[in-house]
């Protein structure tokens, strides 16, 4: 079974949107990243429960001048991902925008998750977790804690989004009733490389 999601970054300009996505889509990680004009796409594929979920990510950029173009971004997403540092206070207080533009303009059912980047720089945190978990159930939000330079928290981040995918099918499925949350999903990831070609049968190497 396969399922392609829609999923779009927001937050400010310099948050690690796309150390994010580089680094889940192609394992690489860099120190300094060209901020992101208008918005890039990237994709993979991972497997979980069975299942082939494509995830085809759309990373908006954070400056000001660009924002009026974000809600482009938002027609059909399944999944919003809202970037935040957690070295930097004012990268959290702008969310509220984010998330206002997102209701205002996004679909009305979508699957949201605060996400406080560059976690390995904990000793510098201004924003805590209790402060960022009270503010994401405020908006029907998970929160979700990743490190783009340790590679932390960047896999299970999008095996949650899968599961809640999931979940939420199943829920649609029982009516009346609740399901538990499916734990330790079986997971295998395989990269979807969009430059790769399949070999003909019987073809040289």
């Not at 796309?18 to 300094?32: E, G, M, N, Q």
Request: glycine letters at 6%; charged letters at 30%; aromatic letters at 8%.
């Amino acid at each position: 079974m396969n399922r392609e999601v829609k999923v779009v970054l927001l937050g400010d300009s310099g948050v690690g949107k796309s150390s994010i996505v580089l680094r889940f889509c192609s394992d690489i990680f860099k120190v300094t990243h060209e901020s992101t004009l208008g918005a890039a796409f990237m994709a993979r594929t991972i497997e979980v429960n069975g299942i082939n979920f494509k995830f085809q990510i759309w990373d908006t950029a954070g400056q000001e001048k660009y924002k009026s173009l974000t809600p482009l971004y938002y027609r059909e997403a399944q999944v919003a991902l809202i970037v935040y540092d957690i070295t930097h206070k004012d990268s959290f207080d702008v969310l509220k925008s984010w998330v206002n533009e997102l209701k205002a303009h996004g679909p009305k059912k979508i699957i949201q998750v605060l996400v406080g980047n560059k976690n390995d720089l904990i000793e510098d945190e201004k924003v805590s977790y209790d402060e960022a978990n009270n503010y994401a159930q405020q908006i029907g939000a998970s929160l979700k804690l990743t490190s783009c330079k340790e590679n932390k928290g960047i896999q299970e981040l999008f095996v949650s989004i899968a599961e809640q995918i999931l979940y939420e099918e199943q829920n649609k499925l029982v009516e009346g009733k609740k399901t538990e949350k499916p734990q330790n999903p079986s997971v295998k990831v395989t990269v979807e490389d969009q430059n790769k070609k399949k070999k003909k049968e019987g073809g040289c190497c």
